[in-house]
């Protein structure tokens, strides 16, 4: 199976949240194409929360829906940098996003995923045993 986007930040949860407001309607491989870029511009999501959208759109436009995505994730990074409690209450974090912080950065695994690729990399720890 391909790797996840999600398992290339396991060490940022909110690049990983970034990648997922991505993902939406896409693949893969269209969004992986773009984040070095997109995080060489974006470094942090200080940065990023003060960001205007059409700064952004240019590098994401590749991957469908440029505009809201853009918005989503200036919108995500902000509230990231207020605080939150849960994932889920992130702008643009909707249950994909959800799901993957609960395996990626909370490390749960006892779930069965709404979305299909994050349903077979979790059955492929469990193959891996």
């Known amino acids: 199976m391909e790797r996840l ?73 902000q509230k990231w940098v207020e605080g939150f409690e849960k994932v889920e209450d992130l702008p643009g974090i909707g249950k994909y996003g959800k799901e993957s912080w609960d395996i990626f950065v909370d490390g749960k695994t006892n779930f069965t995923p709404s979305d299909k690729k994050l349903r077979m990399y979790l059955e492929g720890l469990d193959n891996s045993n």
Not at 56 to 69: D, E, H, L, Q, V
């Open 5 to 77: 986007i999600q398992e290339d930040y396991l060490d940022s949860p909110w690049k990983m949240s970034v990648s997922c407001i991505l993902l939406n309607q896409t693949t893969n491989q269209q969004v992986r194409a773009i984040l070095p870029n997109l995080f060489s511009k974006i470094k942090s999501p200080e940065f990023c929360s003060s960001m205007d959208p059409s700064e952004i759109y240019p590098i994401i436009r590749s991957t469908g829906f440029g505009n809201i995505k853009s918005k989503r994730i200036i919108s995500m990074s």
